[in-house]
């Protein structure tokens, strides 16, 4: 009985067990974006994409961005497409998106946190496209502190991080960095610029603290990359 008993408890053990280890392996969890129904939706020239603005109602705090729309995928945060939007706290990025448009985030006085998927996200396999940060993008994002472009950004537009929150920044395969991308980022305390890095507009880190910890890994002279920096 006893050991009828020490059986029946051993194998409950065993699909416990089992039943964590299979819920810790589901990593490919659906991705669910806010509702269409928050969003205006335009034809990009080439007619295979859309680029993506905010409608005039409330949004949610957490915006999640759709793939895709009519059976076609979302590529673009179009031209001041959440400008100014303070009820949006955080932002996801999906894949398929390949350029945030100028100013499409300006003044977004309490967005905290962007991520940039750099996953297909209902598969997990690595998004080989890449993204454009135009310019202004970002900018006068007070709050903005917590930035993840998922390796994914290749471009970064003149102004693009104006006066935001950033306290770090790690180009990885961004090769071209605009005009004043991060100036007045007064919190901005380390920046990492990889060997991909190839152009840099004037003064990128103007006004910024001159305790600024650089590593500079590109062809780029740090001395121009210092240049603008205020006590």
């Known amino acids: 009985m006893r050991l009828k008993l020490f059986s029946a408890i051993m194998a409950a053990c065993v699909l416990l067990v089992g039943l964590c280890a299979c819920d810790v392996g589901v990593v490919d969890k659906k991705y669910e974006p806010t509702a269409d129904s928050c969003f205006n939706f335009v034809k990009r020239e080439d007619g295979k994409s859309y680029e993506i603005s905010a409608k005039e109602a409330e949004l949610p705090a957490t915006v999640r961005l759709p793939l895709s729309y009519d059976g076609l995928p979302v590529s673009k945060v179009a031209r001041d497409g959440f400008k100014n939007r303070d009820e949006v706290k955080s932002v996801v ?22 991520y940039v998927d750099s996953k297909v996200l209902t598969g997990g396999s690595e998004a080989k496209t890449t993204l454009t940060v135009d310019g202004f993008a970002f900018a006068y994002c007070g709050k903005l502190a917590d930035l993840d472009l998922g390796g994914r950004a290749d471009k970064i537009g003149a102004y693009a991080f104006k006066e935001t929150g950033i306290t770090e920044f790690k180009s990885e395969n961004v090769n071209s960095i605009g005009k004043c991308a991060f100036e007045g980022c007064k919190g901005l305390l380390r920046v990492t610029l990889s060997e991909k890095l190839e152009t840099v507009g004037d003064t ?9 910890n650089i590593t500079n890994k590109s062809g780029v002279p740090t001395d121009k990359l210092r240049d603008g920096l205020v006590d």
């Open 93 to 114: 990025i999906p894949y398929s998106y390949t350029e945030i448009g100028d100013s499409a985030f300006y003044g977004c006085d309490n967005l905290k946190k962007v």
């Open 204 to 212: 990128p880190f103007n006004k910024c603290k001159k305790v600024l």
